[in-house]
């Protein structure tokens, strides 16, 4: 008798949470997780976005989101990377290369209710290119300053002059953007969802470039938190930061083929084993960043696993300021001739990557496969560093820890595997593990105290210049060289308005760099996404552009 | 006991004031800035330089500190250098779901812990008392991180009973007025929304619950087991009082100070285990938020962040003392 009460009132608890655990469930069985009814896709991401308008956005979530909601001027094929219409229709440049006209598609509606047209064209290009103050940071405008430059007036001297030079309205539906220069980005940057057309009223209603705070202490208006407003098959509907999910809903006057999906929702789960169990379980329908162990599971289970066309690179950089030995190509060269690169991607990378000859991908123009090839060949090193006096070299080896990228999935077994090659070959590694933000990136992209390190990049859109030229058009403190034969060719490149003349460029590039080898590409590695057992319609795009609109539930 | 408080807030100033040199100090000796995180690997030498220039991160400390205080005593805590929303918005969204999560685990570790702690010194020796501490013992030992992928993939991904993340089911179109989803599900009369938030909170309970309950446990049941052989016990019980009232009055009144003492402590390490069930649970809350504030050095999130979390913790402990005098008649603040 003593113990009664206490006996009770656990036994009171406990048939309390059942009876509210009974009633909850009730629920989920009724309303589902986006199940029972069928056209809610729930769709699992890494990170959460960080602002609607994609004008100011350079991360992967804030593009995926804009992807649905706005549409560009021009787009990349469906599954692949070359250029198709978007907006408009079809353009073509003038005889200088300098103006390219754009026909514009007609009955197209932004959410808000108001026309697509020429000039809402104009309004947009002209809001970024006349961008003052704070949207000319970086940080905000990292996307029209990578592919533009500067702006009409630059705040900052050291910004160079803008490639845009102006938008003239034609008719309703002909709009010419006029550039400074030729360049290999145009069309094809066009297509980044950074260009995204906006509707020019909602622009104007809610301050859209109205930047507020100070430099340290930026502030963005509510269009880019609140009110995106494009043309796209999805209508933004809520963000609820709150619970990490962004709700995007069916545009019912999309003037193509409407979205087979009612709603949409991202919801944020950084963790990568969470966002499998969430799968496995219900909770959501789809996720991305599948973890390349994951895969062939994942595939067992019958769930859907997409896996994108490789549009990146993984390199071993070498920085010729480093050990002074390093200069010398023969030292280069063994180095490449030490790793076997076929033995790391069997085992340490996903399914379907593959070794890379060159630093650009081999869906790209202007990929060549005349370049050097450096097979495996371990006694061939041994020699080149016999022959140039390398034999007992000690080099640093930078890697990062406490990151995943697409094209490196687990850098300290890549690292791993590399060091035991080097030291096959006779060279002495020291490891420098460094974390990835910020000391990775600052050691290994600045000054002079790296020898090897481990880096790689994802391509933007579908132009060589966008993988070769971004790593060797000018002197970096990355590879420590200074080329200016190369340099020169690459600025030649770059300004061949001809596209077939400049793949043309680019091929001869490629071997240079291959013959120059500043540094070794070592893979291409495709990232996969996968979606529920009976989810369809989705395909899978170098450029990370999957469309969810054509995504839909197999009855 | 009003002018307890007064002074205990007075006293908060220049421990506050002392934290924020401290904290501002330790981060930004931490090597590189925010400027690399924001870029990534597509930033420049250059790039970065710009945006370091920007964020004033070339002025000396002293000059950054002072911005930071001018706006601190306006009640600005700045924006954050990676959202660009401000940094008391980002709280206010965030901290409801830290702060349900952690009165789940409390509610669950004290609804549980001190009964069973109390019971195991009452049967002392007897098999209830050996599991109870044992079982607290392996619950103390037990990673809180490994105890949620355990109860996850049992509970949620095999049974199904319970959703794997989130606070609230992504298809249930709930109104938000607090962010505290249970009571805006209250509020709003969305009897639904309100159930769901709490089966979604169970799980991640009980995880995070599993080091606090087994610290009651333990200390519930050595604080009894002294009260229990203190004189006034047995002179309760001599002169014919009901052992109701010896529990009430005289066993658990006595016994509880020292429990309260520690469950003020334990809701500064609950906020810490919260970092780690909010990311296994993809549980909306500050801790997810600071972790990533940390690796992206985004300095204005981790002072008030920071700052806040300080503020809290000195007023819950504030509420514990005064709770000390509610407990215990003898004990009187001053």
């Known amino acids: ?555 | 006991m009003f002018r307890f408080i007064i002074r205990r807030l007075l006293q908060l100033v220049p421990t506050l004031f002392g934290l924020s040199i401290l904290l501002f100090i330790w981060l930004h000796r931490l090597p590189g800035g925010p400027e690399t995180a924001l870029l990534g690997e597509r930033g420049t030498p250059e790039t970065r330089a710009q945006i370091r220039e920007n964020l004033g991160l070339n002025e000396p400390l002293p000059i950054q500190y002072g911005r930071f205080v001018k706006r601190l005593v306006q009640l600005d805590l700045g924006t954050s250098i990676s959202t660009k929303r401000e940094v008391t918005t980002e709280f206010l969204q965030r901290f409801p779901g830290t702060v349900e999560l952690t009165m789940t685990a409390m509610l669950i570790a004290i609804g549980v812990g001190i009964p069973l702690g109390y019971l195991a010194a009452r049967r002392r020796g007897s098999f209830l008392d050996h599991a109870s501490v044992g079982g607290s013992l392996l619950g103390t030992c037990v990673p809180i991180f490994f105890l949620a992928y355990v109860l996850k993939a049992i509970f949620a991904e095999n049974l199904g009973w319970f959703p794997t993340i989130g606070r609230q089911d992504a298809s249930i179109d709930a109104t938000h007025i607090t962010n505290f989803f249970v009571l805006d599900g209250l509020l709003t009369r969305e009897w639904d929304a309100a159930a769901d938030a709490i089966w979604h909170l169970i799980l991640p309970g009980v995880a995070l619950a599993s080091i606090p309950l087994a610290i009651i446990v333990r200390i519930t049941r050595a604080s009894v087991l002294e009260v229990l052989g203190e004189d006034f016990v047995r002179t309760a019980e001599a002169k014919g009082l009901t052992e109701r009232t010896v529990r009430r009055r005289h066993v658990l009144r006595n016994a509880m100070l020292p429990v309260a003492t520690s469950i003020g402590l334990l809701t500064g390490l609950l906020l810490s285990g919260a970092v780690l069930t909010e990311t296994v649970f993809a549980f909306s809350g500050i801790g997810a938020f600071i972790k990533d504030a940390i690796s992206n050095l985004d300095y204005p999130v981790l002072m008030g962040f920071i700052m806040i979390i300080a503020v809290i913790f000195a007023l819950v402990n504030l509420l514990v003392d005064i709770s000390y005098s509610l407990i215990d008649p003898r004990v009187r603040v001053r």
Not at chain 1, 114 to 136: H, K, P, S
């Open chain 1, 1 to 555: 008798m003593r113990a009664a009460r206490p006996k009770a009132a656990i036994a009171v608890v406990a048939v309390a949470a059942l009876a509210v655990a009974g009633c909850a469930e009730s629920d989920r069985d009724n309303e589902g997780s986006g199940q029972s009814t069928k056209d809610t896709l729930v769709f699992g991401t890494a990170g959460d976005p960080k602002v609607l308008d994609p004008s100011l956005a350079s991360d992967g979530e804030s593009l995926r989101v804009a992807r649905q909601i706005f549409e560009t001027l021009v787009r990349p094929e469906e599954g692949g990377t070359a250029v198709t219409p978007g907006l408009a229709e079809s353009w073509t440049p003038d005889s200088t290369g300098t103006v390219w006209t754009f026909k514009l598609r007609s009955g197209v509606k932004f959410h808000d209710g108001t026309d697509f047209n020429a000039e809402a064209v104009c309004v947009n290009f002209n809001r970024w290119y006349n961008a003052t103050g704070l949207m000319q940071s970086a940080d905000v405008t990292a996307y029209w300053q990578d592919v533009m430059g500067g702006f009409a007036k630059n705040e900052d001297p050291e910004l160079p002059p803008s490639l845009f030079k102006s938008c003239t309205v034609k008719d309703a539906t002909t709009v010419d953007l006029a550039f400074t220069a030729v360049s290999s980005k145009i069309p094809a940057a066009l297509m980044l969802p950074s260009f995204s057309i906006h509707s020019p009223k909602a622009l104007q209603e809610f301050d859209a470039s109205n930047i507020s705070g100070s430099a340290d202490d930026i502030k963005y208006p509510s269009y880019a938190l609140e009110h995106p407003t494009g043309t796209g098959q999805f209508k933004f509907k809520s963000w609820n930061v709150a619970d990490k999910t962004l709700t995007i809903e069916r545009n019912e006057d999309y003037w193509g083929t409407k979205a087979k999906l009612k709603t949409l929702v991202f919801r944020t789960i950084s963790d990568e084993n969470a966002r499998k169990q969430a799968l496995r379980s219900g909770d959501i329908q789809g996720y991305d960043l599948v973890g390349p162990a994951d895969v062939e599971p994942l595939k067992g289970e019958g769930f859907n696993v997409l896996t994108r066309p490789a549009f990146n690179i993984l390199y071993l950089a070498i920085n010729q300021k480093g050990n002074p030995k390093l200069a010398d190509l023969r030292v280069r060269q063994a180095i490449a001739y030490a790793l076997n690169r076929q033995a790391l991607v069997d085992s340490k990378l996903p399914p379907g990557a593959e070794v890379a000859t060159q630093f650009l991908p081999s869906t790209v123009e202007g990929w060549n496969d005349q370049v050097t090839k450096y097979d495996y060949n371990l006694q061939k090193a041994k020699d080149l560093l016999a022959e140039a006096g390398a034999s007992n070299l000690t080099l640093r080896f930078h890697y990062p820890t406490e990151v995943t990228r697409p094209y490196m999935p687990s850098p300290k077994d890549l690292f791993e595997l590399m060091a035991a090659d080097l030291k096959a070959a006779g060279i002495n590694i020291e490891a420098i593990p460094l974390k990835w933000t910020p000391d990775y990136l600052n050691a290994t992209t600045s000054g002079s105290a790296h020898d090897l390190h481990l880096l790689g990049w994802t391509g933007d859109y579908g132009d060589g210049y966008n993988f070769i030229g971004t790593f060797f058009s000018r002197q970096k403190d990355e590879w420590g060289f200074n080329n200016a034969a190369l340099f020169e060719k690459f600025a030649k490149a770059d300004g061949t308005a001809d596209a077939t003349a400049r793949y043309a460029l680019y091929k001869e590039l490629n071997a240079d760099i291959m013959n120059f080898l500043p540094g070794v590409p070592i893979s291409h590695s495709p990232p996969a996404l996968v979606l529920g057992k009976d989810v369809t319609g989705v395909k899978a795009s170098p450029l990370t552009d999957e469309r969810y609109g054509t995504a839909e539930f197999k009855s």
